[in-house]
């Protein structure tokens, strides 16, 4: 039997990396295009990016992987009767089955760190390269466009010479809807990513807003926050979708904090109101801005007391893969392991996937525990255990 069981193994562990190598050079080049198209990014940045991107094509192939790699071996062990001449033995056909699932239990944890990896280090690297490229992505988009534009922020100009831009006209959106005009005869940009600004240095320069007009003769110089014109790339507070596993804990610790602290200074407001009979005040906007924020800061708790039971169920769908994946293939008996794949893989992506996006977004609205994040998951497994049964029993 241990003939068998590095036989297996061997197999698996053969084609889920050679499997895993080819989706991941797949999805990788697909989201470096995607990220180079979105952010007009060049070869320098781009090489840049090409580490932070790995954990995330790694956290979408490796899952796949696993699957097809489970339905080719045992596809072709099943089409070859190596299955029923194991039978034929004696021997139970979990002989041949289990290597396979111990294999997908263990990684199952590398596709949690990966997970892991992808979401916190991999996404803020991400962002940290668009914002250190953002000068070099704004001149080539001026050089080549003679405009170039962002979240809230846009500027055409006549040409470009050296450093600085001609005629340039710059546009600026603020969160309430107002557009800033600028125009000058000349400016420079500049970005400095470690205090996270947006310099301009505009010559001769006038603007108007809200039917103002103002004149600014000779040199004047702006500063931004990047978060200003970039919106969530330049972004430096994490969401809850991208902090680390190991910071979630002390993460929600400040979460807490923050909702006690809008409570008390709601009931202050409202006691004083009360006290003062001033009951106007608790109809006013403010009081509608405190409420929206503790609304809002009660759903980043959620999304907290989410996340490591949405990350530990995406890494432990590869168990979950396995176990439908290498019946499935031995059930079939043809070996056509694109069949066997898609036998699993069309109902693991319209009742899987739905099922865990759907269970997601209900726990981060606090409509359900975080817990049931795992449903899906568990319709896997009795799924695969119930396939199990029936290739142990004929």
Not at 280 to 287: K, M, S, T, Y
Request: aromatic share 10%.
């Amino acid at each position: 039997m241990r003939i068998l069981t590095r036989y297996i193994l061997l197999e698996m562990l053969t084609v889920f990396l050679v499997t895993t190598g080819s989706l991941t050079v797949f999805i990788f080049l697909g989201l470096i295009g995607k990220a180079a198209v979105d952010n007009g990014l060049g070869l320098g940045p781009i090489l840049r990016l090409l580490p932070y991107m790995l954990p995330q094509a790694m956290q979408f192939s490796v899952p796949g992987a696993l699957l097809l790699a489970t339905t080719v071996v045992y596809g072709r062990v099943s089409s070859s009767n190596e299955i029923v001449a194991v039978k034929s033995l004696g021997i139970s056909p979990m002989v041949m089955l289990w290597p396979t699932l111990i294999m997908a239990f263990v990684v199952s944890f590398g596709a949690v760190a990966l997970n892991d990896l992808a979401v916190s280090w991999g996404t803020d690297g991400v962002k940290r390269v668009v914002v250190e490229s953002f000068e070099e992505i704004a001149y080539g988009r001026l050089r080549t466009q003679k405009s170039f534009s962002a979240d809230a922020f846009n500027v055409n100009v006549k040409q470009v010479v050296g450093k600085r831009l001609i005629g340039p006209v710059f546009s600026f959106n603020s969160s309430g809807g107002e557009t800033s005009v600028v125009r000058a005869d000349a400016a420079e940009i500049n970005v400095d990513p470690d205090l996270g600004t947006f310099n301009i240095k505009l010559f001769n320069a006038n603007g108007g807003m809200k039917g103002w007009t103002i004149t600014h003769p000779g040199e004047f110089e702006q500063s931004f926050p990047m978060s200003q014109l970039l919106g969530d790339s330049a972004n430096s507070t994490r969401k809850p979708a991208e902090t680390p596993l190991h910071a979630i804990k002390l993460a929600k610790v400040e979460q807490r904090k923050q909702i006690d602290w809008i409570k008390h200074e709601m009931a202050a407001a409202t006691s004083m109101a009360l006290l003062l009979g001033r009951f106007d005040e608790l109809a006013q906007d403010q009081w509608k801005t405190r409420e929206g924020n503790l609304t809002w800061s009660s759903r980043e708790l959620h999304k907290l007391n989410v996340e490591p039971y949405r990350r530990w169920a995406n890494g432990f769908s590869c168990l979950g893969f396995a176990l439908i994946g290498a019946p499935m293939a031995v059930r079939r008996r043809h070996g056509e392991f694109w069949g066997s794949f898609f036998a699993c893989f069309l109902p693991i992506l319209l009742v899987y996937y739905p099922m865990l996006v759907g269970c997601v977004d209900q726990a981060k609205d606090g409509n359900i525990p975080p817990q049931a994040v795992w449903i899906g998951n568990f319709v896997l497994a009795a799924w695969g255990v119930w396939l199990l049964r029936r290739v142990i029993r004929f």
